[in-house]
Structures are given as C-alpha cells and as structure tokens.
C-alpha cells in the first residue's frame, strides 16, 4: 500500500523533472533562435533573444527553490539525494546555456553592421550538433538513461574538432581578405559558445551518469597545468609568451593567450619569434572566452596593466601572475633598436616562464 509520504515525494519528483524539462527546453530554443538570428542577421531576433534570457533566469531560482524544498521536506538518501544534488548542478549548466544564447545573440547584432556575405554554413553545422546534445542530454536525465548520457559524453569530443575546424577556417578566409576583420572576432565568439553549449551537455550527461550509477566523471582541464597569457591586445606580448611556453615542451603544461580588446597580430612580433625558431604565423587574436577549457585555467600571467580588465570574467580558481612589461610593438625607432626592445621582452618572459614552470614541478613532487 502507497503512503502518503510516498505521493508526496513523487509529486515532487515529477514537479522538479517537469520544470526541468521546461527550462531545458527554453534554453535550447533560446541558442537555436540565436544562430538564426546571427544567420539571418536578424536585430529584432536578437533583441528578443537578449529580453526572453530573463524568462530562463526566472526558471533557475524557480527550480532552486523547488530543489532546496525538496531536500528540506524529506531530507532524502541515496537515490534521492543523488537526484536533487544532479537537478541542482542541471538547473545551473542550463542557466549557462541561456546566457550563452543571450551572448550569441548580442554577437549578432555586430555582425548586422558588416558588409557582404559571411561564411555560415559552418556555424549551421556545429549548431546542428550542439543543440541536439542538449536536448539529448536532457532527455537523459527525465529518462534516467545512462547509456544517452555516455553517448552524449563521447559526442562532445566532435563538437571540439568542428569549433577547431571552423575558427581556422575563418582565421584563413579573414587573412585571405574573404570576410573583414570586424567580423572575425563575433563569428569567433559565436563558434566558441556552440561549442560550450556542447559543454555543458555533457555537463549534465556527468551528473545524470552519478544520479543513475554513481559514477562519477572526471572535470575536464584537470590532467594538466594551463596557464593563460593575458594582455591588452593579444596581439604581441601574450602571443610571444604563448609561443616561449609551448617551445618548451613541458609535459602536463598547456599554454594559451587573449586579450582584451582584440587587435591583429603585430607582423613585427612573428618575425621575431621566427628568428628564434618560433611559428607564430597561425596566431589568431582572441578574447578569454575563446580560450578553449577557459573556466579552467590554473595559472593567468598579466602582461599589461590593462589585462586586469579581463580577470573578472576569468577564472575564480586561478592564480593571478603581474608580469606586466612594455610592448614593444609600440617603440619607434631603427630595426636594430626595435630588435633589441624585442630581445630584452622575449629573455624577460622566458627568464620568468622557466622559473614558473620549475616552482610548479617542485610543488607537484612534493
């Protein structure tokens, strides 16, 4: 015979998958009205993009409530207790999505001041992909169905080639003169929260793998020390830090770069590192939210007083480095001068680089 304080759990189990499935479902309407919107160059679809994000904000401390209720109410174990804990961390990862959406959309509305066509036939692609992870994802979670989240999980690794695919492809269309370089940036971004959308699905696939088996998946960025290159530009310092730090070929160390308002990268500086046997003639500017696994950087190197900037929108775990040094992309003067402005940045940052990575190596064979 079924108790009354059985009822009253599964009332509410089904009123948090029922909201669930709701906010699921705005936040992957929210990204696919989004695309359209940067596909179609649409303003009006923007706009109404950026405004319905509050609807999903709503959502999130609607289901939090409901979730937090849950567990003062019966105060569950087991099962139940892997199921509010998976909703809770779900209602997050979808809220993220809606912001994601919110900043495609915002991404779009710069794209409808550039002239002439744009290659989106790409971007259609990887949305095509990452939406219907999320949706799967979700789907796994109300179905309590391991095996879509373990496929969910293993199809994030396609999303990341494509995203590679498409910004290299962009970075040569703009070095080819195909598209302007007020357009690169935005479609970069663009491409960027596809893939992190992609992300989060199999964020909420993780969680749905513990609710269902108590498996627990490893966080990403975990298995090696990243360290993040900040400067004003992206343009040189952070570019030639980039390039020193993978010239080492450190094991367990993955080096990038960003900026915060974004520039070309300054010809002067892949000339320089090509003198020193460094390939920087691939190097594209980007922002920190372009930087793949950004949210788990451990370490983040300031290059430029105005790389402070960024931080707030930086990883909250990292450890936060002041190297700051002049550019010397700004100096004037003879090629013997600017070369050696150059040479004294680029024995500065190595200097300062092997002495990092040597105080990390220590710390980890204690």
């Known amino acids: 015979m079924t108790s009354y304080l059985d009822v009253t759990v599964q009332q509410d189990l089904d009123h948090i998958r029922s909201e669930i499935s709701k906010m699921g479902d ?6 696919e009205a989004a ?12 706009f109404a993009v950026i405004l319905r994000d509050q609807y999903i904000d709503e959502s999130e401390k609607r289901l939090d409530r409901l979730c937090l209720e849950f567990l ?17 961390k779900i209602n997050l990862e979808l809220e993220r999505v809606g912001d994601y959406a919110e900043s495609i959309a915002r991404e779009s509305l710069r794209l409808t001041n ?19 992870l999320l949706r799967d994802a979700i789907r796994a979670f109300l179905d309590q169905d391991p095996e879509i989240a373990r496929r969910t999980i293993e199809a994030d690794d396609g999303v990341d ?16 003169g195909e598209i302007p370089f007020e357009s690169l940036n935005p479609l970069i971004h663009v491409t960027r929260r596809l893939e992190r959308v992609s992300d989060q699905a199999r964020n909420i696939s993780m969680e749905t793998l513990y609710m269902c088996t108590g498996e627990y998946a490893k966080h990403p960025g975990s298995e090696a020390i990243r360290v993040l290159f900040l400067d004003e530009n992206n343009s040189c310092l952070s570019v030639m830090a980039e390039a020193i730090g993978t010239s080492l070929c450190e094991a367990g160390f993955v080096f990038s ?5 974004l520039e070309p990268v300054d010809p002067r500086t892949v000339k320089f590192l090509a003198s020193k046997g460094l390939d920087a003639s691939r190097a594209f500017p980007k922002t920190i939210i372009q930087v793949p696994n ?26 936060v480095l002041d190297w700051a040094i002049d550019n010397p992309q700004a100096f004037a003067g ?28 220590n710390i980890n064979e204690k």
């Open 35 to 46: 695309v359209r919107a940067v596909i179609e160059r649409d303003r009006q679809l923007a």
């Open 161 to 176: 080639v494509l995203r590679d695919s498409l910004n290299l492809n962009l970075t040569q269309a703009y070095r080819d």
């Open 26 to 31: 705005l936040a992957a309407s929210a990204v």
């Open 114 to 132: 550039v002239k002439g066509p744009l290659p989106m036939e790409e971007l259609q692609h990887i949305a095509g992909v990452a939406v219907p």
């Open 334 to 361: 003879t090629d013997a001068e600017v070369d050696a402005i150059y040479e004294t940045t680029f024995q500065f940052i190595a200097g300062q680089l092997r002495d990092l990575v040597s105080a990390i190596r």
């Open 257 to 261: 770069s960003a900026g915060v308002d």
């Open 72 to 88: 003062v109410r019966h105060q569950p174990a087991a099962s139940l207790l892997r199921f509010a804990y998976a909703a809770i």
């Open 294 to 319: 950004a949210e788990h950087q451990h370490v983040i190197v300031l290059l430029s007083p105005e790389a402070k900037r960024a931080i707030s929108r930086g990883p909250r775990k990292a450890v």
